[in-house]
């Protein structure tokens, strides 16, 4: 084992790198901090670990080890469906929720992290290994690490998700009433009976329009799942005003039928519209909402 | 909250009582405005539901 020191030590250092490298700690609060980082933290080593010991292992002949790679796979989805779990359970505490969408995109890239650790720690080991036939050790370790933050840059360009901002335009719009129907841009939203309603509507709520810029976004915003994402993403970082017995400040988004524009209006604490369209741009765009129209022949005839 | 009906009206308040005829939810009747408007805000703040307004002097309360 130790005869394997210098491949499985830098391994596993990258491989919990790349993890922490993940494992961010933001507005989002997700994984919770705390506890909720520290297992991760945890899981990530062993998953580094695991991508670590892979090539050793193989050199000793000991093919069965192997298999621990396909027992990290099974441990991995577990993960997902932990994860899955408990912010389903949560979600029902959230005043605006995330949606089962937004959730399983959640879960999805913490399995897809643990991998990505694995990955890391398995070529950085392989490099090692290699480069030691040539170079004296101390090299092939560096030069194995330096490939090895390569890698983690790589990965994350590779496993990063596009945002609201990238595939549409967001543009501040106006909040008005016909009659008792709410209506941003003159496209009705919701009836609101309430006259204090309105007017705390009038006064305080602001709304954005978001316009696709093309087939494919179309596509990828009127998706229900993506929408919620949106709203609860902006009620975390604005606030949202909106309480249980007053289900009328619910932020809202209505998808225009001809155009395929979507206008969102919200009633938050901090009534700030440049904030509001920051918060609506850096969205992430959910991989579970995502259509590609345009990549198929009908979809590009239909479009032009 | 998740196994309540949702999107269905809970009640009806009116100053119209020509406007309605039977059914299974409950109506109530107000005097005039404003006693409807205390009357709706009452049975949304109980029902957790959302006001409507029919503009036709009826208020319904669905929760969604």
New interface residues.
Partial sequence: MLRYGYIIVPSIVLGIVSRISMLRVDYRQYPSYPQGVFSHFTLGIVSSSLGAVALPALLEREFSAVTFLALAAQQFRDVRNLERQSLENID?TELVERGTAYIEDIAKAFEARNYMTMLTSLIVSVVIFLLNKFLIKFYSILIGSILGILTIVLFHKAISRETVGEIADIYPANVSFE??ILTVNNMGIT?????K?RKIFLEKAIAVEIVPKDENAIATLSNLGQRKAIEHNVSVQLGVRKD??E??F?PMITRDPDTGKLVFIIVSMEPDIECLIIAVKRTVVLESAKRKPLSSYAGRKAAD | MNNQTKNNILAIVTTDESKIIGGSVPIFLARDEKERERIAILLSKVTLGMIHDLENGCYIIVRH
């Fill in positions: 029902k009659g008792s009836n609101i009976g309430l006259k309603s249980l017995d289900p009328d619910t």
